[in-house]
């Protein structure tokens, strides 16, 4: 019973290989949330999840170590983590990314793989960063989206219709939403134009028709 109770609460590790751990767990955290910051692109950057990254790293090496081989400390660690409860939501799928990322080389560091610890942060790094400069990730998509509010006012076929076929090559309608009254209409098209050199006349000529008002075109990748 007593030797048990001392399995349980020995790591099995020297206080240098534990002092090596932490210190490769700082310098691949480091390097995990540089290529973060070199990577990253959306529009709520914060400062607070780049530590975070580092200390992940960290954290989980110390994790590893505590559980070791030793069956017991990993129900243990299952059961403490089990009352915690996280109610922070991460948008971004590329935090997530790194999330993982981090809890990846955090158990490398662990284990004593620190070779491999650190080739994977400047390897997985390198990708991503290569990845958020390239033009892999964007869409092939010369459509754009119109958008405009008319006022039908009793009238048959709408003269905007005709303006669309002139300009454009092809063009879908995506949404139509009443405002106010039935006649006035909030439309939403995806138009492919002939020249887009002729966008700004397009866009002037379908102004002044009449029932046409609110006119927009967006080129914005994100609204596709």
Known sequence: MLQDINNIFNVGIT???????????????????IFYRKSYNGPGYQASFVNSLILLVIITSIVIMVIGNNLARAFGLVGAMS??????AVKETQDIMYIF?????????????????????????????????SKFSTPIKSDLLLQFTYNANGNGVADYTKLIDDYCKN????????????????????????????TTEFVQKLRKIKGVLNVNLFYDEEYF
Do not use: D
Request: hydrophobic residues 50%; aromatic residues 12%.
């Open 15 to 33: 206080p240098q290989e534990m002092f090596l751990n932490l210190l490769v767990g700082l310098v691949a955290g480091i390097i995990i949330s």
């Open 83 to 88: 009352i915690i409860r996280f109610r922070t």
């Open 101 to 133: 990322f981090a809890l990846a080389i955090g158990m490398a560091v662990g284990v004593g793989q620190h070779g491999l610890a650190i080739f994977s942060s400047f390897f997985i790094g390198t990708i991503t960063y290569v990845l958020s400069k």
């Open 171 to 198: 063009s879908k309608l995506i949404n139509a939403k009443a405002i106010g009254s039935e006649e006035m209409l909030e439309l939403s098209y995806y138009v492919g134009f002939r020249n887009k050199e002729k």
